[in-house]
């Protein structure tokens, strides 16, 4: 069955070949059996509806996602939705924090497809069994990421020195409010006497609602030795709107090379 890919949203995340779409059909694309709209934010399926009806000659049209299914629960498939090299091992958290969206419990999977790009939403909750079933798949790969936001209360000195023997390019950790900076900077420590450098090290922050606040909190980071990401927040209507001020803080927190000058500027 050949089937068509449409995604209402581009993320470095999305997959690239050719029966991959970001928009309405032209005059020189082709039929399929099926047209899957895969919406992954809710703010999206609006746009989603008025692809799927641009794409009704194309095939038979089918919409789905987390952003109009919620969160999955099925084991996940190798670059489909996307891109190859991207895994998710196991579904769910169980710290249901009240900004997040994910709404149920921690699922593991044993029968996942092998990636360098773990996409988990909270991987080190996960039991030992199961980290180290992932970790043994991590063995054979190279330029490893773990891009899912690492819960910084759950990284241990075992954990530490098993990601050490591994091909890291990035870890990601989280920092979504003020009371994230203690277990933050212990992680950092003890990722750092690991032999982790800071160029290995990025950290989602969650902002847009204090920017004094935020700001310290991102600096914070910084100083722990991990490279922020600032991310501006955004609920399940799409709701809240941000002035051109907030945007450019994000867009600044959020590059390397500004986030570096940043600092410097204000150390002199």
């Known amino acids: 069955?050949?089937?068509?890919?449409?995604?209402?949203?581009?993320?470095?995340?999305?997959p690239t070949d050719p029966d991959a779409?970001?928009?309405?059909?032209?005059?020189?694309?082709?039929?399929?059996?099926?047209?899957?709209?895969?919406?992954?934010f809710t703010w999206d399926k609006e746009h989603a509806f008025n692809l799927a009806d641009a794409w009704l000659?194309?095939?038979?049209?089918?919409?789905?996602?987390?952003?109009?299914?919620?969160?999955?629960t099925a084991v996940f498939k190798e670059g489909v939705y996307l891109r190859k090299g991207v895994t998710i091992t196991s579904r769910g958290c169980p710290n249901n924090c009240g900004f997040c969206m994910v709404r149920h419990g921690l699922i593991e999977n044993d029968d996942f497809p092998e990636g360098n790009i773990i996409q988990d939403n909270n991987l080190l909750a996960c039991s030992d069994r199961h980290l180290d079933l992932v970790w043994s798949m991590l063995k054979r790969q190279k330029a490893i990421e773990l891009k899912g936001g690492l819960e910084s209360s759950r990284i241990t000195r075992i954990i530490a020195r098993t990601l050490r023997y591994l091909r890291i390019k990035t870890l990601w950790l989280a920092c979504d409010c003020a009371q994230d900076i203690g277990p933050l900077r212990k992680a950092m420590e003890i990722l750092q006497a690991a032999g982790f450098m800071r160029r290995q090290l990025f950290c989602y922050v969650l902002c847009g609602k204090d920017m004094i606040e935020e700001e310290n909190r991102l600096r914070s980071v910084y100083e722990a030795g991990a490279i922020p990401f600032a991310q501006l927040y955004r609920n399940k209507e799409d709701s809240v709107k941000y002035s051109k001020e907030w945007k450019r803080f994000a867009r600044s927190w959020s590059r390397p090379a500004v986030i570096k000058a940043m600092i410097k500027a204000r150390e002199g």
């Open 57 to 72: 000659r194309h095939g038979q049209v089918k919409i789905g996602g987390p952003g109009v299914d919620g969160e999955s």
């Open 1 to 14: 069955m050949k089937i068509a890919r449409v995604f209402p949203t581009k993320t470095s995340m999305s």
């Open 21 to 40: 779409y970001f928009d309405a059909p032209d005059l020189f694309t082709p039929i399929y059996d099926e047209v899957h709209i895969s919406v992954t």
